[in-house]
């Protein structure tokens, strides 16, 4: 009698666990991939959810307290330098790996949309180059109603976000 008393224990926490934690798994970070379960695997999102080891978008795109360098040229010309960017990383964005041209340009795009204030409206930027400097890589956009703009990310080989330059005219 006891030892039945025991199993029907066990059998009954086993299935108030499955019915308590089978749809309620929740990781603090926004899942947009339905084929995967945070419950045990790591997520990756397309489009602009962050990864597990970011607390949310703002906190894996956002530009935290960094420095800002501003040159103005004779010509209207003037370049707005974003450096001693921390935590702005590839790795922590899309998890730990190899990134490939389209996760740079994403993480590059999703910085702008964190950053509309600083950087604009992300749908008015266009990718003009990406290219591989210094062992790093550099990813260029421009705007299509303003040629003098440009912005620039670069890259350093781990992934991290080193600097963003923005280009215009007054």
């Not at 934690?21 to 990756?44: A, I, K, M, S």
């Not at 591989?132 to 890259?155: E, P, Q």
Request: hydrophobic residues 40%; charged residues 25%.
């Amino acid at each position: 009698m006891h030892r039945r008393s025991i199993v029907r224990i066990c059998a009954g926490a086993v299935l108030a666990s499955c019915l308590f934690l089978g749809g309620t798994c929740e990781v603090g970070v926004r899942y947009c991939d339905e084929d995967c379960d945070p419950c045990f695997q790591v997520c990756h999102c397309r489009v602009t959810c962050a990864h597990a080891l970011a607390a949310d978008f703002e906190d894996a795109y956002g530009l935290r307290p960094h420095v800002v360098l501003l040159e103005h040229g004779d010509d209207g010309r003037w370049t707005r330098t974003h450096g001693a960017l921390l935590g702005l990383a590839l790795d922590r964005a899309f998890g730990p790996g190899e990134h490939d041209a389209r996760a740079i340009e994403l993480f590059a795009r999703n910085v702008i949309r964190a950053n509309p204030e600083t950087f604009g409206v992300e749908r008015e930027w266009s990718v003009l180059a990406l290219e591989r400097a210094g062992g790093g890589v550099v990813l260029t956009f421009g705007r299509s109603a303003d040629a003098d703009s440009a912005l620039v990310f670069g890259f350093d080989r781990a992934g991290n976000l080193v600097e963003v330059v923005l280009h215009g005219r007054s």
